[in-house]
T-cell receptor, first 115, second 112 residues
Framework: DQQVKQNSPSLSVQEGRISILNCDYTNSMFDYFLWYKKYPAEGPTFLIS?????DKNEDGRFTVFLNKSAKHLSLHIVPSQPGDSAVYFCAAPNAGGTSYGKLTFGQGTILTVHP | NAGVTQTPKFQVLKTGQSMTLQCAQD?????MSWYRQDPGMGLRLIHY???????DQGEVPNGYNVSRSTTEDFPLRLLSAAPSQTSVYFC???????????FGDGTRLSIL
């Protein structure tokens, strides 16, 4: 049972435009959500997180939005750059709370930013 | 500044062989974990450790053993490799369980 789902396997965007990556979850006990970025032949790198008590968290070009009623979150990248091309994973602590060490991951979305 | 180091980067095994995947971190992190990544399934937690001498099972522990004799090292053992264990394995660490993790670059394992 996939508790965290990323239904878009890939996304292609022009440089300078906005990239929107989506994630849905089924477990209402999830309190925190994280986004990881992964380049080929490298491990995932933590990008940004959001607590369930917020509906938005911003860090430079990256903003994560959370809609608890819809059990949906999204990562916005503005403006998109070719270096943002990577696989993006949505994740949540599977024990609830802030146990980031025990994560449930989505399937990932491959983002390609064209020059 | 090594961070999390995994060895080997690639390995091919025959069914039934045993192997240990090595993971070492130099950040004095208490929490370490192992994940496997399979196509279309994201990363899944195999085992984790909250400190030296303490380990516990994750989501997919069957077929794998771990031990944590030191803070720095967290090896993952396959006792009798099966084709279903063909995957990319990632080790991760963090200062404690409530901090985002640092991942190694992975070990790509193929079981024939």
């Amino acid at each position: 049972d996939q508790q965290v789902k990323q239904n878009s396997p890939s996304l292609s965007v022009q440089e300078g435009r906005i990239s929107i990556l989506n994630c849905d979850y089924t477990n209402s006990m999830f309190d925190y959500f994280l986004w990881y970025k992964k380049y080929p032949a490298e491990g995932p790198t933590f990008l940004i997180s959001i607590s369930s008590i917020k509906d938005k968290n911003e860090d430079g070009r990256f903003t994560v939005f959370l809609n608890k009623s819809a059990k949906h979150l999204s990562l916005h990248i503005v403006p998109s750059q070719p270096g943002d091309s990577a696989v993006y994973f949505c994740a949540a602590p599977n024990a609830g709370g802030t146990s980031y060490g025990k994560l449930t991951f989505g399937q990932g979305t491959i983002l390609t930013v064209h020059p | 500044n090594a961070g999390v180091t995994q060895t080997p980067k690639f390995q091919v095994l025959k069914t039934g062989q045993s192997m240990t995947l090595q993971c070492a971190q130099d950040m004095n992190h208490e929490y370490m974990s192992w994940y496997r990544q399979d196509p279309g399934m994201g990363l899944r937690l195999i085992h984790y450790s909250v400190g030296a001498g303490i380990t516990d099972q994750g989501e997919v522990p069957n077929g794998y053993n771990v031990s944590r004799s030191t803070t720095e090292d967290f090896p993952l053992r396959l006792l009798s490799a099966a084709p279903s264990q063909t995957s990319v394995y990632f080790c991760a660490s963090s200062r404690d369980i409530d901090q985002p993790q640092h991942f190694g670059d992975g070990t790509r394992l193929s079981i024939l």
